[in-house]
């Protein structure tokens, strides 16, 4: 299946500051998409995105289908204390029924 | 919006029984409905793509007696756990495909199962 590497694992940051988070796959993607997952909770879709070079905007967070069509990234602006959570990219897992094939997910922890 | 619901949100079970979990598209049909299963500070792991109508596809080393799925509407779809050990226990999360929006999927809120 699908390869999707994701970088960093985990990131401590000032609250005001700007993160950046991408993903690589080890094939082409049609589709990109970005989630996040407050503990306990299932991941909410963040940003979707579907042709090379489109970059998309959701309030403070920004998310691009790179060129190349094999990485993503999502960049957040000004972060916050509630931008605590994981996030995981996921793309086509290349087989039927539009299923998805995950990262391993982005730990962001913001101190105030 | 797209919203999914799932029910329980928190189960605890002894060895030995079964237990269902339901998952809900409350604003849209899906005809299609995964299941996750989620262990702490890891990954989501697809277990079976539930369709509606027909039966469960179940990924590899995932035992479909076991994990008993039924999609019997465009808005339902369940995952029974069936003779539960604990082993099972883990947080399980089910997402609906919302048709026309090709890859997107929207996820329940989980359900954590612990068996005893």
């Known amino acids: 299946g699908q390869q999707l590497n994701q970088s960093p694992q985990s990131m401590f940051i000032q609250e005001g500051e700007d993160v950046s988070m991408n993903c690589t796959s080890s094939?082409?993607?049609?589709?990109w998409l970005w989630y996040k997952q407050d503990p306990g909770e299932g991941p909410v879709l963040l940003i979707a995105?579907?042709?090379?070079?489109e970059l998309t905007s959701n309030g403070r967070l920004t998310a691009q289908f790179g060129i190349t069509r094999k990485d993503s990234f999502l960049n957040i602006s000004a972060s916050i204390p509630s931008d605590v959570g994981i996030y995981f990219c996921?793309?086509?897992?290349?087989?039927?029924?539009?299923?998805?094939?995950f990262g391993k997910g982005t730990l962001l922890t913001v101190n105030p | 919006g797209a919203v999914v619901s799932q029910h329980p949100s928190r189960v605890i079970c002894k060895s030995g029984t079964s237990v269902k979990i339901e998952c809900r598209s409350l604003?849209?049909?899906?005809?299609?409905m995964f299941w996750y299963r989620q262990f702490p500070k890891q990954s989501l792991m697809l277990m079976a793509t539930s369709n509606e109508g027909s039966k469960a596809t179940y990924e590899q080393g995932v035992e479909k007696d076991k994990f008993l799925i039924n999609h019997a509407s465009l808005t339902l779809s369940t995952l029974t756990v069936t003779s539960a050990h604990p082993e099972d226990s883990s947080f399980y999360i089910c997402?609906?495909?919302?048709?026309?929006?090709?890859?997107?999927?929207?996820f329940g809120p989980g359900t954590r199962l612990t068996v005893t």
């Open positions: 094939s082409i993607f049609n589709t």
């Open positions: 996921a793309g086509p897992s290349g087989s039927s029924n539009y299923k998805l094939t």
């Open positions: 995105l579907y042709k090379a070079g």
């Open positions: 604003d849209f049909q899906a005809t299609t």
């Open positions: 997402s609906a495909r919302r048709p026309g929006l090709a890859y997107e999927q929207y």
